[in-house]
């Protein structure tokens, strides 16, 4: 029989991440979802059905169902497809099932995930082997963000949304950091904490968490959990003090320090938090018995992940970027990180939030994070949902800034404005988890009519 999988959402980075790893396997994939995207046309040239729109009639030639969490059963496709009988996973249950047999490098963690991951798979793959890998986000030294492989380690994105980290048995688990995110879901940094502890439980028996020390619940967490597993080796990294894999910024790029030797190492993007990434991503390789040397060497030439301090171009002497920094830790990071970069240049901001709650419950983060800004335009929220009547829209979160910040309005809107207001020798930073990044190729098509007017 012909098995055929049917994803509902196939738009999404972790469900198109696993269309490829079946596509991989030589199965029929097919897949619905509300809009077009970009992201679908590699899944199309490889052959997979996709459909624009949700129909309960797109299940019925499917041998399995894949749903997000977020999905529920009554939605016309998945009750079809349970009245019909046709097996249904979500997606972290279907890539449990793709890790199950592997080594698996498990990362987690409320920021750098999925930098982190890409660059443990670019050193994985500069190593010769081939290893599988998913990324959640595609980046320029992958053709596609997943595969399967056929080397025994496979190094996965461990989301903490929906607990889709708790179905994977890693025998490296990273966990980055932790602090307030998804709370919408948790209800509780405390609850958010337990969750991240469970993650670090999956651990196989002997198994080892690499975590970033500089996050003072990470290191908690990690602490707990020797109490309750003392068979799990626990290995430290910091870009801060001292630790099992200690990495500091030289002027010539980076000094990693382990009980072994130093190493120096270089990355093409700046930040303090490139560091604390490739720190992580370096000790989880060695500790998975990849050459420590190699590895260092290998992200000398990491490309990074789209829409992490992402270039749009250049236009009349303002630079354009992209970043997915939606958390106050993140901006505040990806503004530090583009002054190391480029220290003479006015830093203008144009920033989505990512749903009201988050705005809500993170605002006072979101007072201070912008300060080293100099100017901030906060654009209509990117919302998953609608206002229930508490949370605070993106034309309230402007006047709660510290910094210079106005409402921008629409992605079309700010970039307009943005882009009239630009001065030479700017730096123009979109930002924001949602569509933001539609921002860019607007203000730099209107700096380029200006330029052409103004000749």
């Known amino acids: 029989m012909t098995i055929n999988v049917h994803f509902v959402g196939i738009g999404g980075i972790h469900m198109s991440a696993l269309a490829h790893i079946l596509l991989d396997d030589g199965l029929v994939v097919s897949g619905c979802d509300r809009s077009d995207a970009p992201i679908l046309d590699s899944l199309r040239s490889r052959g997979a059905r996709v459909l624009i729109g949700h129909n309960e009639h797109h299940v019925t030639m499917a ?38 047999p592997r080594n698996v490098i498990a990362v987690g963690g409320t920021h750098g995930k999925t930098t982190t991951t890409a660059m443990i798979a670019h050193a994985m793959r500069a190593s010769g082997r081939d290893t599988g890998f998913v990324i959640g986000g595609e980046a320029p030294d992958f053709c596609v963000h997943a595969r399967r492989g056929t080397d025994p380690w496979l190094v996965l994105e461990a989301d903490e949304y929906g607990r889709a980290f708790h179905h994977y048995t890693p025998a490296v688990a990273v966990l980055t950091n932790c602090e307030a995110d998804h709370l919408d879901y948790y209800g509780s940094q405390d609850a958010l ?87 992580a991503a370096l000790a989880a390789l060695e500790q998975s018995g990849f050459d420590l040397g190699e590895s260092v060497e290998a992200l000398r030439a990491f490309r990074g992940v789209n829409r992490r301090f992402q270039l749009h171009g250049e236009a009349g002497g303002v630079i354009v970027l992209d970043d ?63 206002m229930s009547g508490d949370e605070m829209n993106s034309e309230q979160l402007a006047t709660e800034i510290s910094a210079s910040a106005a409402y921008g309005g629409s992605i079309d809107q700010s970039a307009r404005v943005a882009a009239k207001q630009a001065l030479p020798n700017d730096l123009i930073i979109t930002m924001g988890a949602g569509d933001i990044d539609a921002a860019g190729p607007i203000i730099l098509r209107e700096l380029r009519r200006s330029i052409g007017g103004a000749a």
């Open 324 to 386: 997915y920094a939606h958390h106050p830790t993140e901006v505040s990071a990806a503004i530090d990180a583009a002054k190391q970069r480029w220290p003479d240049r006015r830093i203008v901001v144009l920033f989505q939030p990512h749903t009201y709650t988050r705005t809500s419950y993170l605002l006072d983060g979101f007072r201070t994070c912008f300060d080293a800004a100099d100017l901030v335009y906060t654009v209509d929220t990117y919302a998953a949902r609608d």
């Open 63 to 100: 041998t399995q169902v894949v749903r997000t969490a977020a999905v529920p059963e009554s939605h016309p496709e998945i009750a079809r497809a349970l009245e019909l009988g046709i097996p249904v996973q979500t997606r972290a249950e279907l890539l449990s099932d793709i890790a199950a």
């Open 193 to 279: 904490e337990a969750a991240f502890l469970d993650y670090v439980e999956t651990l196989k028996t002997g198994g080892t968490l690499v975590v970033g020390s500089d996050s003072p619940a990470a290191a908690q967490i990690a602490q707990r959990l020797s109490v309750r597993r003392p068979d799990v080796r626990v290995v430290t990294c910091s870009a801060d003090g001292d630790a099992d894999y200690s990495i500091r910024e030289r002027a010539d790029g980076f000094l990693l320090t382990t009980s072994s030797g130093q190493h120096m190492g270089a990355l093409l993007q700046p930040g303090r938090y490139q560091l604390q990434n490739a720190a």
